[in-house]
């Protein structure tokens, strides 16, 4: 209670000009400056990644992670609005590069037809960075084929690292066909489950 008005904090609050909605000269409310920056720029950055990107849920977890990126540093940066476009154009390039790692180990793993593994041609380099995804991914799938059980690990290791046909496989395993589908099977849903 404000003594020399009689008015309660509560009424005092709703008589200010903007609680009662009545706007200050120029007719605009005063935006901080991350909410302006926000505002202007949450369409502009919506579109970039829509125009590039499929997937609407991948769209809309894109811009969130530009704009937590943008918060994360916003008192230290200069030109917020530059910052906001360059911090666009990087959660881009790690999408597609987590994406194109993925879809990498999913065709390494994938046994669609019983053929040889893979299908990719591991042994061309037409790219600098096509080889370094290669190398890091081939790393990756190392790793994980170590995490697991002996018998899930040498099936991986005779279909995919060797590229051995499925009965050729079975017979250096010393198991039948079908127990050797099944533990690649297992083996494929333990790696997805470390990766992912």
Request: glycine letters at 6%; one cysteine or more; proline letters at 4%.
């Amino acid at each position: 209670m404000d003594e020399t008005t009689g008015m309660r904090d509560d009424e005092m609050a709703a008589s200010e000009p903007e609680a009662r909605g009545v706007l200050p000269e120029g007719g605009e409310r005063e935006r901080d400056p991350w909410t302006a920056l926000y505002e202007d720029h949450y369409e502009e950055v919506r579109r970039y990644f829509a125009r590039r990107v499929r997937c609407s849920h991948d769209v809309e977890d894109l811009v969130q992670d530009v704009f937590v990126e943008v918060l994360a540093h916003f008192a230290n940066v200069l030109y917020p609005r530059l910052y906001v476009r360059t911090v666009a154009k990087h959660q881009l390039y790690t999408y597609w590069r987590g994406r194109r790692k993925s879809l990498m180990i999913e065709h390494f793993l994938l046994d669609a037809d019983g053929g040889p593994a893979g299908g990719m041609c591991w042994n061309c380099a037409p790219d600098p960075l096509e080889q370094l995804l290669r190398k890091e991914t081939t790393g990756i799938v190392g790793s994980m084929v170590d995490c697991l059980t002996p018998a899930l690990a040498e099936a991986l290791r005779l279909r995919f690292l060797r590229g051995m046909r499925i009965d050729e496989a079975a017979v250096q395993a010393g198991c039948s066909r079908e127990a050797l589908k099944k533990r690649l099977k297992r083996a494929r849903r333990s790696i997805i489950d470390l990766y992912s």
